[in-house]
């Protein structure tokens, strides 16, 4: 009764099955991916240390896609690898999680402040990132890696 893709052609939807049968038989997928029912169904049941446990990189990562970075972040706790202030005295804080069933071993991300909402974001960075300046810059596209990050101002 239902064939879903996104825009690449993929089987995907976020709501229900991507194939779906009326709704006696389907296929859950998130472009692409097949995925077991609940990760759509109930997205809201996915934890931290569910995607953790996941073998299967590509599974995990869609659960870490949906969950949201900061989710993620929250519910695992990670290591702080180091800690700062930016321009406006904002804290920052760069996290690590260790992810030992994934080829890059772990996850790194850059707790931020915006300074227009006052609302705490994670940005996930690369990983071989060592302050949270570095962090931050490496956020930049146009701006090479290791380069050094002193606005003259940040708002």
């Not at 995607?51 to 869609?62: F, M």
């Not at 949906?66 to 920052?92: A, N």
């Not at 707790?111 to 940005?123: A, F, H, K, W």
Request: charged letters at 25%; a negative charge.
């Amino acid at each position: 009764t239902a064939l879903r893709r996104d825009d690449r052609g993929r089987l995907h939807c976020a709501t229900g099955p991507a194939i779906d049968y009326d709704r006696a038989w389907g296929i859950w997928a998130w472009h692409g991916v097949r995925v077991p029912e609940d990760i759509i169904e109930a997205p809201h049941l996915i934890t931290g240390q569910r995607a953790l446990a996941e073998p299967n990189a590509e599974l995990r990562r869609v659960m870490l896609e949906i969950m949201g970075t900061e989710r993620f972040f929250r519910e695992v706790q990670p290591q702080v690898l180091h800690h700062d202030l930016d321009g406006p005295g904002h804290p920052r804080r760069l996290l690590k999680i260790a992810l030992p069933n994934d080829p890059e071993g772990s996850m790194v991300g850059v707790e931020v402040v915006d300074p227009s909402t006052g609302r705490q974001y994670i940005l996930r960075v690369r990983p071989d990132v060592k302050t949270c300046a570095e962090a931050v810059a490496s956020t930049f596209p146009g701006l090479p890696a290791g380069a050094r990050y002193k606005p003259d101002v940040e708002a």
